[in-house]
Protein backbone atom coordinates (compact mmCIF):
# COMPACT_ATOMS: atom_id res chain seq x y z
CA UNK A 1 0.00 0.00 0.00
CA UNK A 2 1.42 3.64 -1.12
CA UNK A 3 3.10 5.72 1.56
CA UNK A 4 0.75 8.86 2.64
CA UNK A 5 2.73 12.00 2.34
CA UNK A 6 2.28 14.91 4.44
CA UNK A 7 0.24 17.67 3.04
CA UNK A 8 2.73 20.76 2.71
CA UNK A 9 2.92 24.01 0.64
CA UNK A 10 4.81 22.58 -2.78
CA UNK A 11 1.96 19.79 -3.00
CA UNK A 12 -0.52 21.91 -1.71
CA UNK A 13 0.52 24.72 -4.62
CA UNK A 14 1.18 21.82 -7.60
CA UNK A 15 -0.55 19.50 -6.92
CA UNK A 16 -3.50 20.79 -5.31
CA UNK A 17 -3.64 18.94 -2.60
CA UNK A 18 -7.22 19.09 -1.22
CA UNK A 19 -5.83 18.41 2.62
CA UNK A 20 -4.34 21.69 2.80
CA UNK A 21 -7.57 22.98 5.60
CA UNK A 22 -7.29 26.83 4.08
CA UNK A 23 -10.34 29.47 3.31
CA UNK A 24 -11.42 28.80 -0.17
CA UNK A 25 -10.88 33.19 -0.42
CA UNK A 26 -8.26 34.07 1.08
CA UNK A 27 -9.21 37.59 1.53
CA UNK A 28 -11.10 36.20 4.25
CA UNK A 29 -8.38 34.99 5.61
CA UNK A 30 -4.80 36.84 6.59
CA UNK A 31 -3.68 33.58 7.67
CA UNK A 32 -4.12 32.04 3.95
CA UNK A 33 -3.17 35.37 2.42
CA UNK A 34 0.37 35.41 4.28
CA UNK A 35 0.69 31.57 3.57
CA UNK A 36 0.28 31.52 -0.19
CA UNK A 37 2.79 34.66 -0.03
CA UNK A 38 5.20 32.58 1.07
CA UNK A 39 5.06 33.88 4.99
CA UNK A 40 4.77 30.74 6.86
CA UNK A 41 5.87 32.81 10.03
CA UNK A 42 2.91 35.36 9.71
CA UNK A 43 0.70 32.69 9.15
CA UNK A 44 1.20 30.98 12.47
CA UNK A 45 1.12 34.41 13.88
CA UNK A 46 -2.14 34.94 12.73
CA UNK A 47 -3.21 30.82 13.31
CA UNK A 48 -1.89 30.09 16.22
CA UNK A 49 -4.12 32.59 18.41
CA UNK A 50 -7.38 31.15 16.28
CA UNK A 51 -5.94 28.21 17.30
CA UNK A 52 -5.79 28.50 21.24
CA UNK A 53 -9.44 29.87 20.85
CA UNK A 54 -10.95 26.35 19.98
CA UNK A 55 -11.02 27.18 15.99
CA UNK A 56 -10.59 23.57 14.29
CA UNK A 57 -9.39 25.06 11.05
CA UNK A 58 -6.54 27.71 12.80
CA UNK A 59 -5.75 24.05 14.28
CA UNK A 60 -5.31 22.07 11.24
CA UNK A 61 -3.47 25.01 9.58
CA UNK A 62 -1.08 24.74 12.25
CA UNK A 63 -0.54 21.30 12.14
CA UNK A 64 0.39 21.55 8.68
CA UNK A 65 2.65 23.94 9.31
CA UNK A 66 4.39 21.70 11.93
CA UNK A 67 4.04 19.22 9.80
CA UNK A 68 6.17 20.79 6.86
CA UNK A 69 8.58 22.73 9.15
CA UNK A 70 6.95 25.77 7.31
CA UNK A 71 8.14 28.85 9.42
CA UNK A 72 8.87 26.73 12.61
CA UNK A 73 10.92 23.32 13.07
CA UNK A 74 9.04 20.57 11.86
CA UNK A 75 7.66 18.44 14.66
CA UNK A 76 5.60 15.83 13.74
CA UNK A 77 4.72 15.31 17.49
CA UNK A 78 3.27 18.91 17.51
CA UNK A 79 1.27 18.44 14.08
CA UNK A 80 -0.29 15.62 15.21
CA UNK A 81 -1.37 17.20 18.59
CA UNK A 82 -3.33 20.05 16.75
CA UNK A 83 -4.29 17.69 13.89
CA UNK A 84 -6.14 15.57 17.07
CA UNK A 85 -7.80 18.55 18.61
CA UNK A 86 -9.15 19.59 15.81
CA UNK A 87 -10.22 15.94 14.71
CA UNK A 88 -11.96 15.67 18.11
CA UNK A 89 -14.04 18.58 17.09
CA UNK A 90 -15.16 16.37 13.76
CA UNK A 91 -13.28 18.73 11.33
CA UNK A 92 -13.02 16.26 8.13
CA UNK A 93 -9.39 17.47 6.93
CA UNK A 94 -7.75 17.02 10.26
CA UNK A 95 -9.04 13.48 10.96
CA UNK A 96 -7.69 13.00 7.60
CA UNK A 97 -4.23 14.51 8.07
CA UNK A 98 -4.35 12.49 11.41
CA UNK A 99 -5.15 9.35 9.63
CA UNK A 100 -1.84 9.92 7.81
CA UNK A 101 0.63 10.43 10.52
CA UNK A 102 -0.83 7.21 11.86
CA UNK A 103 -0.65 5.06 9.35
CA UNK A 104 3.04 6.09 8.67
CA UNK A 105 3.89 6.79 12.32
CA UNK A 106 5.19 10.36 11.78
CA UNK A 107 4.81 12.33 15.69
CA UNK A 108 2.70 8.98 17.01
CA UNK A 109 3.40 5.23 17.18
CA UNK A 110 2.42 3.79 14.07
CA UNK A 111 -1.25 2.12 14.58
CA UNK A 112 -3.04 1.09 11.79
CA UNK A 113 -6.16 0.25 13.39
CA UNK A 114 -5.85 4.46 14.41
CA UNK A 115 -5.53 5.52 11.12
CA UNK A 116 -8.46 3.41 9.82
CA UNK A 117 -10.61 5.36 12.63
CA UNK A 118 -9.65 8.32 11.76
CA UNK A 119 -9.82 7.67 7.64
CA UNK A 120 -13.44 5.98 8.58
CA UNK A 121 -14.24 9.56 10.36
CA UNK A 122 -12.91 11.76 7.66
CA UNK A 123 -14.66 9.26 5.03
CA UNK A 124 -18.20 9.06 6.83
CA UNK A 125 -17.60 13.38 6.50
CA UNK A 126 -17.11 13.22 2.99
CA UNK A 127 -13.74 12.96 2.34
CA UNK A 128 -12.79 11.30 -1.29
CA UNK A 129 -9.23 10.50 -0.53
CA UNK A 130 -10.21 9.53 2.71
CA UNK A 131 -12.56 7.11 1.27
CA UNK A 132 -10.04 5.56 -1.17
CA UNK A 133 -7.82 4.94 1.86
CA UNK A 134 -10.44 3.43 3.61
CA UNK A 135 -11.47 0.92 0.80
CA UNK A 136 -7.97 0.37 0.29
CA UNK A 137 -7.43 -0.99 4.24
CA UNK A 138 -10.93 -3.07 3.73
CA UNK A 139 -9.68 -4.74 0.96
CA UNK A 140 -6.18 -5.69 2.47
CA UNK A 141 -7.75 -6.26 5.79
CA UNK A 142 -5.02 -3.24 6.93
CA UNK A 143 -6.53 -1.84 10.40
CA UNK A 144 -9.70 -3.63 9.84
CA UNK A 145 -10.89 -6.93 9.11
CA UNK A 146 -10.84 -7.85 5.38
CA UNK A 147 -14.14 -6.87 3.89
CA UNK A 148 -14.15 -6.76 0.08
CA UNK A 149 -17.80 -5.35 0.51
CA UNK A 150 -16.99 -2.70 2.00
CA UNK A 151 -14.00 -1.66 0.34
CA UNK A 152 -16.21 -2.06 -2.66
CA UNK A 153 -18.65 0.16 -1.17
CA UNK A 154 -16.27 2.89 -0.53
CA UNK A 155 -14.21 2.81 -3.27
CA UNK A 156 -17.58 3.85 -5.42
CA UNK A 157 -18.24 6.53 -2.97
CA UNK A 158 -14.85 8.17 -3.62
CA UNK A 159 -15.57 7.43 -7.59
CA UNK A 160 -18.87 9.21 -7.03
CA UNK A 161 -16.61 12.31 -6.12
CA UNK A 162 -15.10 12.11 -9.35
CA UNK A 163 -11.84 10.91 -7.66
CA UNK A 164 -9.76 9.30 -10.65
CA UNK A 165 -7.69 6.69 -8.33
CA UNK A 166 -10.69 5.52 -7.34
CA UNK A 167 -12.63 5.47 -10.83
CA UNK A 168 -9.79 3.10 -12.09
CA UNK A 169 -9.56 0.88 -9.50
CA UNK A 170 -13.26 0.16 -9.26
CA UNK A 171 -13.37 0.17 -13.22
CA UNK A 172 -10.78 -2.01 -13.05
CA UNK A 173 -12.54 -4.23 -11.03
CA UNK A 174 -15.62 -4.39 -13.30
CA UNK A 175 -13.73 -4.92 -16.47
CA UNK A 176 -12.21 -8.14 -14.94
CA UNK A 177 -14.97 -8.99 -12.33
CA UNK A 178 -12.11 -9.17 -9.93
CA UNK A 179 -14.00 -9.52 -6.56
CA UNK A 180 -17.60 -7.87 -8.18
CA UNK A 181 -19.83 -9.26 -10.69
CA UNK A 182 -18.04 -8.38 -14.48
CA UNK A 183 -19.20 -5.20 -15.79
CA UNK A 184 -17.46 -4.33 -18.68
CA UNK A 185 -19.85 -1.63 -19.96
CA UNK A 186 -19.54 0.46 -16.82
CA UNK A 187 -15.88 -0.29 -16.34
CA UNK A 188 -14.70 1.19 -19.22
CA UNK A 189 -17.09 4.14 -18.33
CA UNK A 190 -15.08 4.58 -15.47
CA UNK A 191 -11.42 4.24 -17.20
CA UNK A 192 -12.74 7.23 -19.37
CA UNK A 193 -13.82 9.39 -16.63
CA UNK A 194 -10.56 8.80 -14.79
CA UNK A 195 -7.94 8.58 -18.34
CA UNK A 196 -10.24 11.82 -19.05
CA UNK A 197 -8.29 13.47 -15.44
CA UNK A 198 -5.44 12.74 -17.05
CA UNK A 199 -4.87 9.53 -14.74
CA UNK A 200 -2.04 7.55 -16.29
CA UNK A 201 -3.17 3.96 -15.09
CA UNK A 202 -6.60 4.50 -16.61
CA UNK A 203 -5.44 5.86 -19.69
CA UNK A 204 -3.18 2.88 -20.19
CA UNK A 205 -5.76 0.50 -19.30
CA UNK A 206 -8.71 2.05 -21.51
CA UNK A 207 -6.42 1.98 -24.35
CA UNK A 208 -5.76 -2.18 -23.75
CA UNK A 209 -9.38 -2.42 -23.65
CA UNK A 210 -9.87 -0.65 -26.89
CA UNK A 211 -7.27 -2.42 -28.47
CA UNK A 212 -8.31 -6.05 -27.43
CA UNK A 213 -11.61 -5.43 -27.49
CA UNK A 214 -12.33 -6.14 -23.91
CA UNK A 215 -15.78 -4.35 -22.09
CA UNK A 216 -16.07 -2.10 -25.20
CA UNK A 217 -15.41 -2.95 -29.18
CA UNK A 218 -12.21 -2.91 -30.39
CA UNK A 219 -10.99 0.21 -32.23
CA UNK A 220 -7.41 0.58 -32.65
CA UNK A 221 -7.92 4.52 -33.41
CA UNK A 222 -8.77 4.65 -30.31
CA UNK A 223 -6.54 2.65 -28.31
CA UNK A 224 -3.93 4.65 -30.07
CA UNK A 225 -5.02 8.00 -28.93
CA UNK A 226 -5.50 6.75 -25.55
CA UNK A 227 -2.02 5.20 -25.35
CA UNK A 228 -0.29 8.18 -27.13
CA UNK A 229 -2.03 10.52 -24.27
CA UNK A 230 -0.15 8.56 -21.90
CA UNK A 231 3.14 8.41 -23.19
CA UNK A 232 3.78 12.32 -22.65
CA UNK A 233 1.68 12.25 -19.49
CA UNK A 234 3.73 14.00 -17.38
CA UNK A 235 2.77 12.37 -14.24
CA UNK A 236 2.71 8.38 -15.75
CA UNK A 237 5.97 7.66 -13.57
CA UNK A 238 6.40 4.18 -13.32
CA UNK A 239 4.13 3.47 -15.90
CA UNK A 240 5.91 5.46 -18.37
CA UNK A 241 7.71 2.46 -19.77
CA UNK A 242 4.74 0.13 -20.21
CA UNK A 243 3.03 2.80 -21.55
CA UNK A 244 5.04 3.01 -24.55
CA UNK A 245 5.15 -0.51 -25.16
CA UNK A 246 1.16 -0.63 -24.98
CA UNK A 247 1.60 2.41 -27.86
CA UNK A 248 3.87 1.08 -29.87
CA UNK A 249 2.01 -2.82 -30.13
CA UNK A 250 -1.10 -0.97 -30.88
CA UNK A 251 1.19 1.36 -33.61
CA UNK A 252 2.45 -1.92 -35.16
CA UNK A 253 -0.90 -3.45 -36.12
CA UNK A 254 -2.47 -0.62 -37.62
CA UNK A 255 -2.22 0.82 -41.65
CA UNK A 256 -1.83 4.05 -42.84
CA UNK A 257 -5.32 5.43 -42.77
CA UNK A 258 -5.97 4.03 -39.69
CA UNK A 259 -2.52 5.95 -38.24
CA UNK A 260 -3.80 9.28 -40.51
CA UNK A 261 -7.00 9.15 -38.70
CA UNK A 262 -5.56 8.23 -34.89
CA UNK A 263 -3.51 11.36 -35.60
CA UNK A 264 -6.23 13.28 -36.73
CA UNK A 265 -7.81 12.64 -33.38
CA UNK A 266 -5.51 12.99 -30.91
CA UNK A 267 -4.69 16.73 -32.38
CA UNK A 268 -8.17 17.38 -31.86
CA UNK A 269 -8.32 16.34 -28.45
CA UNK A 270 -4.83 17.31 -27.18
CA UNK A 271 -3.22 19.34 -29.36
CA UNK A 272 0.66 19.35 -29.70
CA UNK A 273 2.74 21.98 -29.02
CA UNK A 274 5.34 23.71 -31.83
CA UNK A 275 8.60 23.91 -29.66
CA UNK A 276 10.27 26.53 -31.69
CA UNK A 277 7.30 28.83 -31.62
CA UNK A 278 5.29 27.54 -28.20
CA UNK A 279 2.31 28.14 -30.21
CA UNK A 280 -0.31 25.19 -31.30
CA UNK A 281 0.60 23.03 -34.43
CA UNK A 282 -1.79 23.30 -37.16
CA UNK A 283 -0.09 19.81 -38.13
CA UNK A 284 -2.61 17.20 -38.84
CA UNK A 285 0.16 14.42 -38.25
CA UNK A 286 2.99 14.12 -35.89
CA UNK A 287 5.77 12.00 -35.15
CA UNK A 288 6.45 8.88 -34.47
CA UNK A 289 6.25 9.03 -30.60
CA UNK A 290 3.26 9.81 -30.44
CA UNK A 291 3.14 13.14 -28.84
CA UNK A 292 0.19 14.35 -27.12
CA UNK A 293 0.48 16.87 -24.99
Known amino acids: ?5 A ?3 ATALLCGVETFALAQDDTQDPGAAAFYNGDFTGAMDIWKPKADGGDPEA ?3 VGVLYEGGLGVKRDYKEAAAWYEKAAQLGFVLAQFDLANLYYDGRGVDRDRKQAARWYTAAAKG ?6 LYLAQMYENGEGV ?7 LAWYQK ?6 PEAQYTLGKKLVYGDGVGADGQKGTDLLLKAADQHYAKAQILIADCYWRGRGVPQNLIEAYVWAAQAVEN ?13 YDDIKSGMNGDQLKAAEIELQAVAPKKDKNKG ?5 GSGSDNGTAE
Open 234 to 246: PKAGQEAKRAAAL
Open 145 to 151: DEDQAAA
Open 59 to 61: MTN
Open 1 to 5: MRLML
Open 279 to 283: KTSGQ
Open 126 to 131: GHPKAQ
Open 158 to 163: AADQEL
Open 7 to 9: TVL
